[in-house]
């Protein structure tokens, strides 16, 4: 019954290797989230999608790029992986905007060596 | 600009009462989430306020002054379980369907037996 659920937990990997983090919900929420939590513990927003569209996009790099195939799923894929890369990914989703309460996924954590 | 902050570490007693502060300068204010995550765990949803005043909910209170730009979280009758991260969080209004959460530092707090 989990609700916000990501995969991988962990993953390590080589710099300018690509990899993907798969996020789905099951709360019926219209709006999901990608957030990246650095060794700092600060939380930043990088993606929102409403409905399957695009609505926030924070001036991540070109080598970030979610997709949305519907609207209980939020992927994140990473190009040319660099040290700067690593930290903790976090989904989230919320019901409908304006955001609300958001409720978090577990967590990936990606290292690059 | 957009400024959020907190302090970096706070210690409290088993059965005491901690006050954690949060000042913040944003524009297109629309409320102040507080979240709490404990290491290595996705932060959670603790309370929401929009208007002036004092929230209770149980143990834990919120208070906002938008006049002022300050919000507090109050936590009663610590627990050791209450050890953890406690975030504040500004929902930035840009558009109905784009308004976002801009976090703090967060503030840790060490609860002693």
């Known amino acids: 019954d989990t609700a916000v659920s990501q995969t991988p937990k962990y993953l390590v990997t080589q710099m300018g290797n690509d990899k993907s983090i798969k996020c789905e919900q099951n709360l019926g929420h219209d709006t999901m989230y990608w957030y990246k939590q650095d060794s700092k513990k600060f939380l930043k927003i990088m993606f929102s999608?409403?409905?399957?569209?695009?609505?926030i996009n924070e001036t991540v790099p070109n080598r970030f790029s979610p997709k949305s195939p519907d609207k209980a799923h939020l992927n994140l894929h990473i190009n040319s992986l660099e040290l700067g890369d690593s930290a903790v990914y976090f989904c989230?989703?919320?019901?409908?905007?304006?955001?609300?309460?958001?409720?978090f996924g577990p967590g990936t954590r990606l290292t690059v060596t | 600009g957009q400024n959020i902050d907190q302090p970096t570490e706070m210690t409290a007693t088993e059965g005491a009462i901690v006050q954690i502060n949060c000042t913040y300068q944003t524009s297109g204010f629309n409320g102040l989430f507080w979240y709490q995550q404990h290491a290595g765990e996705a932060p959670t949803f603790l309370s929401y306020?929009?208007?002036?005043g004092l929230e209770e909910k149980g143990r834990f209170s919120s208070f906002l002054s938008r006049s002022k730009g300050y919000s507090y979280l109050l936590l009663k009758e610590l627990q050791m379980k209450d050890s953890a991260s406690y975030l504040c969080?500004?929902?930035?209004?840009?558009?109905?369907?784009?308004?976002?959460?801009?976090f703090g530092t967060g503030t840790r707090l060490q609860v002693f037996p």
């Open positions: 999608y409403n409905n399957k569209e695009l609505i």
């Open positions: 969080a500004v929902r930035a209004l840009r558009s109905y369907n784009t308004d976002k959460l801009i």
């Open positions: 306020n929009v208007l002036d």
């Open positions: 989230a989703s919320s019901q409908g905007p304006p955001a609300y309460e958001q409720y």
